[in-house]
């Protein structure tokens, strides 16, 4: 099993992006999945969640109301929609299946 992160990039102040996680060698339909990011010299912190059916979600303070998640069982994939980036955003993002970790996305905010 494998989860595989990407679309994270350089982006200015303000601005979105919108990040894919795609399972592999399972279905991710079966499980509730989470977003977390990392930034440097700080601890891991969560992000958002996404219950297994898609009709429950929740986020972490920094970014309610900026971010959404949301999934596509059919492409075994869930997404991070980031609207409003600001600088401290930047991070390393990954998603999670329980004990299952991505290598992480690097979104990088700065003008």
């Known amino acids: 099993a494998q989860l595989v992160e990407s679309g994270g990039g350089l982006v200015q102040p303000g601005g979105s992006l919108r990040l894919s996680c795609e399972g592999s060698g399972f279905s991710l339909s079966r499980y509730d999945m989470k977003w977390f990011r990392q930034a440097p010299g700080k601890a891991r912190e969560f992000v958002a969640f996404?219950?297994?059916?898609?009709?429950?979600?929740e986020y972490g303070d920094a970014v309610k109301g900026r971010f959404t998640i949301s999934r596509d069982n059919s492409k075994n994939t869930i997404y991070l929609q980031m609207n409003s980036l600001k600088a401290e955003d930047t991070a390393v993002y990954y998603c999670?299946?329980?004990?299952?970790w991505g290598l992480g996305t690097q979104v990088t905010v700065s003008s």
């Open positions: 996404i219950s297994w059916f898609g009709g429950v979600t």
């Open positions: 999670n299946r329980v004990t299952l």
